[in-house]
């Protein structure tokens, strides 16, 4: 029954220890798990008081169900059973036990017993809130659940090191041939959609004035897309082989072990085949099993060929229904059944390319290769070129571990089956103690499971670590894959282990990652700027025929509710190589200028980041929150840091002026401050109108403003003489060094998350000058203002005349001062002001004494300190300090 316990079964003790499997749990689910679990439960009794241990608790995932793009998706029933389990016994304690964690926040939704939602130690009421915060945070968020949960003591993560581990990307160029193959199914799978439509047309599912069955044709529509997906997914690893096998070859002439990581291994649709064909053929089969399959079984099993007949639903509605004969049997529309017979001679004419299990199997041949799969039976090659079916014994992964691991085989092959519970490193007591060189070759979807396999080749008792080598093509739709793993591997890492460099280990990069919200945001630009006719690669209307996206709506307005970047990466995945190169360039571009804004604005969310200065100092602690329940506490932190300086030198930037286009001296009449004014990438506004801007490389930094601001302004263009006189001035008045402070909230977090700054979730850390480290969220003093009064806390901080300043005037928040006044950013005739609100007739002489100025407009007295008047600032806030923030003071 998989359930083990200490002590005598029937007769449970209190200290007992219940130990679910995941299998016991796929067998609730399999059986009906009312019958499995009440016997469990009514085994263990609601008094029960010991331990439930459930492992592998990351297959729970996904317990309450969650929404997506299509709507709501089912819980799983696993999570269900997991949670009447814990339901059913409220008094036993809960231990979850996994090997890979979470790998999305959702994936905790089973995890009911840690009280992250709705105990009231957290600000979230329902798990959705909890899920909700969490992925509005990005994965700063989820890196601080980990940290916060270890804090309580609810959680313990450990991890095998990956000291000496070496990563090197295997990157393989196709040639012009495999580019002319890969075309060639490009527009196989563009005349398989024309097709598919007119069969949807002509079998009565769709009709000239809109869809009558739009649950068939939304099913045809996925079955087809989800097919292409597998499809071109077969295709680029299968041509990554002619690289890989050349690598292996060098491992083996170098001495090492060669470990290849697949996914798929194609066995369902060659079992399919197999049934076509009569067993006594086995020995000398005349067909290819190569990734071509998969849009043959799609054209015979899924292509929609039967006749739908219209009718007229109770609302009087017309739709349409499956049509059968009198007989019950389905009638076939013949139009769409010769379109599909064309098609499958279409693509029987097409070049097979081989799958990549096979391709390497063929060539080193069974005896040097140990396959360790899920397949019951292979196609070998024989020493006379024939193709025959070789059945394996259930016991085989055995025995082809033991031939790898006694060095007997020194390539391995394995996929998801043959990637759980099995070691394949240079176990200290085997004889193969060569060095393992992993291939991941097929990163799959599931990060979880592609850390399992790479956890295989590097474990303790190893003679020496391996050499992780992940296998790519420059096709840029690959990135599809690429993008889904590395977004996968971050989020595990944050929540596993709280920080995202763990999931991966560094092993893909930040830009292989597509599915940011960067990413949604630069796809949002390019459809804006391709229905503007603004991308070269191709017209609007040409991009949705080759993609079949929408993105109109039935009056010619563009959709408000884009289609989604996972859907975009799907369908320019099967676009011929050259207009996938161009559209991702365009695209590119969009990216890197929004990540580039992100970077120059301080939120871009690179996870944990190592703040360096030339000094960090702690000069304030103080207690924010404390858990009643634990004593953890929450801590902020005023860290005084000293910066070295580094200004742009007069040299620097005329080298920079002298490489750059259209780069203009220019002088700001104002504060006499000289710029180099640079193009930078324009920036697309929520109505999709480009705003064209301008960058302004400065001594001590850079400043990106709209093009039509900076006409308005008083900055403009100077001779060379001037701007050097300037620019010189300014850098030899730079000092070298500077002191500035800033504040970490550090400690536990998760249950004051709502009493933090929302604008900025981004994770720091700092080593102080005596070897103290800090790791928290990093707050301005005046965010800090608005923390201290949501929890209650005395708000007096000091902050100098510069920070406040900085504050109103750059950071534009409003600052509440003691007395009743409040300064703000106020625009005058489009010019920045620095104003002192709430000033009565009978203080106008006092503050005016102190240099502030009055200025009458629109009837009514307003009170102004200059902007470039520290000293005045400086008296005023001696007299009326910091208090609360505006912000909160209406709260």
Sequence with gaps: MNLKLSGKP????????????????????????????????????????GVIAFDESHAMANAAGEKSDRGDKKASQQGLAGLALQNAVPDARVLYVSATGATVVGNLAYATRLGLWGTGDFPFVARAEFVAAMEAGGIAAMEMISRDLKALGLYLARSLSYAGVEYEMLVHELTPAQVAIYDSYADAYQIIHTNLEAALHASGISSETGTLNAQAKSAARSAFESNKQRFFNHLITAMKCPSLIRAIEADLAAGHSAVIQVVSTSEAVMERRLEEIPPSDWDDLQVDFTPRENIMDYLMHSFPTQFFEPFTDENGDLRSRPAVDASGNPIICREAERRRDDLIEHLGALAP?????????????????????????????????????????????????????????????????????????????????????????????????????????????????????????????????????????????????????????????????????????ALRQFFYKLRAGKIDACSYTKFQEMTGLTLDEADGTMKENLPPIQQFLNRCLALRID??????????????????????????????????????????????????????????????????????????????????????????????????????????DEDGVPILRVKLLRPMGTEILPLGEFSTSHWEEIDDAMFEHLWQAEVDAVPEFTTSKITLICGLLLPIWDRLPADNMRIYRLQTEDGERAIGRLVSQEQLLNVYARLGLDCKIEMSPQEVLAAVMEARTPLNLLGGYQLRRSLVMGQPRLELIGASGAALSGLKAMGCFTEVIQWKTRVFIPVDGIDVLARVLAEHPVGASAADTAA
């Design 10 to 49: 029937g007769a449970v003790q209190s200290e007992g220890i219940l130990f679910v499997t995941y299998a016991t749990l796929r067998s609730a689910e399999r059986e009906g798990k009312a019958s499995r679990l009440d016997q469990v439960t009514s085994w263990l009794g609601e008094g029960f008081d």
């Design 353 to 521: 390319v081989q799958g990549a299990l096979d391709q390497i199997l063929w060539h080193f041949g069974g005896d040097a290769v140990a396959e360790v799969t899920g397949r019951k039976r292979r196609i070998v090659k024989t020493l006379e070129g024939r193709l025959k079916v070789e059945n394996r014994p259930a016991s085989s992964n055995l025995g082809e571990t033991q031939a790898f691991m006694d060095d007997a085989k020194r390539i391995l092959i394995f996929s998801d089956a043959g990637g759980t519970g099995r070691s394949y490193h240079a176990d200290l007591g085997a004889k193969n103690q060569r060095l393992r060189v992993h291939y991941l070759l097929e990163p799959g979807w599931k990060a979880d499971n592609a850390i399992q396999g790479l956890g295989r080749t590097n474990r303790t008792n190893q003679a020496q670590p391996p050499l992780f080598r992940p296998v790519a093509t420059n096709v840029k739709g690959e990135k599809r894959f690429l993008s889904t793993i590395a977004r996968r591997l971050d989020t595990l890492g944050a929540i596993t282990k709280g920080q995202r460099e763990t999931g991966g280990q560094n092993m893909f990069r930040a830009e292989d990652n597509l599915e940011s919200p960067y990413a949604r945001a």
């Design 579 to 684: 207009m996938q190169d161009a559209i991702f360039e365009a695209f590119g571009t969009f990216l890197s200028a929004i990540i580039e804004d992100a970077r120059q604005a301080g939120t871009l969310d690179v996870g944990l980041e190592t703040l360096r200065a030339e000094k960090f100092e702690i000069v304030d602690r103080k207690v924010i929150f404390e858990h009643e329940a634990t004593g953890a506490t929450a801590t902020a932190l005023t860290v005084e840091r000293t910066d070295r300086n580094d200004p742009l030198t007069l040299p620097r930037i005329k080298s920079i002026c002298a490489k750059t286009d259209g780069a203009t001296l220019c002088w700001n009449k104002s504060s006499k401050r000289a710029a180099l004014m640079v193009n930078a990438p324009a920036f697309m």
